[in-house]
């Protein structure tokens, strides 16, 4: 079946620790994002790639990092910079003007 | 400028209809989602519309929206136990060559045996 997977589903970091969460489709999507959730609030984009090789910054990437070298994949890296890592982060692709489809999240917390 | 509203909070009985509502204030939005979240799991496409669109229904699920207002809804009929979740509209527009979605808040349903 095709999807959206993201891996792991629970992460701890520890202090100055960067720590990377995976996304992978095989929904054959160019674009693909990387949103936070934080409780009572909605998403928030970090980063969005439109095509491999190429992606830009969204509202809130201070602190984080991405790739796009596959199709296929878009690994996030929460880097040591950001200092209020605590949410769940959520992984999305999209086909042209298509709706975004997500993955299950990764819930991200400190040690 | 784009921001998307919605209350945070509905209860409703089981058997019952929920109206979910939402409002945004772009008037360019091109597309216009529902989406829903169950505890711990990703966001998952209920239905959307075009803006060129006043309704749409599909099952339980109607759609109104009212562009003159910029405002969108979400009706469930004959809600069940299982409805319950948050419920997220989004609105998609375009922004220099890329399409932007923005999400609103949330709104928590409670459904009530």
């Known amino acids: 079946d095709g999807g959206i997977t993201q891996s792991p589903k629970y992460l701890f970091r520890k202090e100055g620790q960067n720590v990377t969460l995976s996304c992978e489709q095989n929904l054959n999507h160019d674009a693909m994002y990387w949103y936070r959730q934080d409780p009572g609030q909605g998403l928030r984009l970090i980063y969005y790639?439109?095509?491999?090789?190429?992606?830009q910054k969204g509202d809130i990437a201070e602190g984080y990092s991405v790739s796009r070298e596959k199709k296929e994949s878009f690994p996030l890296t929460v880097t040591s910079a950001q200092k209020n890592p605590t949410a769940f982060y959520l992984c999305a692709s999209r086909d042209s003007a298509q709706p975004q489809h997500f993955g299950d999240g990764t819930r991200l917390s400190i040690l | 400028g784009e921001d998307v509203e919605q209350s945070l909070f509905l209860s409703v009985r089981e058997g019952d209809s929920s109206v979910i509502n939402c409002t945004y204030t772009d008037s360019s939005s091109t597309y216009l989602y529902w989406y829903k979240q169950e505890p711990g799991a990703g966001l998952q496409l209920l239905t959307y519309i075009f803006s060129n669109m006043d309704m749409k229904q599909d099952q339980r699920l109607t759609v109104l929206l009212n562009k003159k207002d910029k405002h969108l809804s979400l009706r469930i009929a004959d809600t069940q136990t299982g409805d319950s979740a948050i419920y997220f509209c989004a609105e998609t527009l375009r922004s220099g060559g890329y399409q932007k979605v923005t999400f609103g808040t949330g709104t928590k349903l409670q459904v009530i045996p």
């Open positions: 790639s439109q095509i491999v090789n190429d992606f």
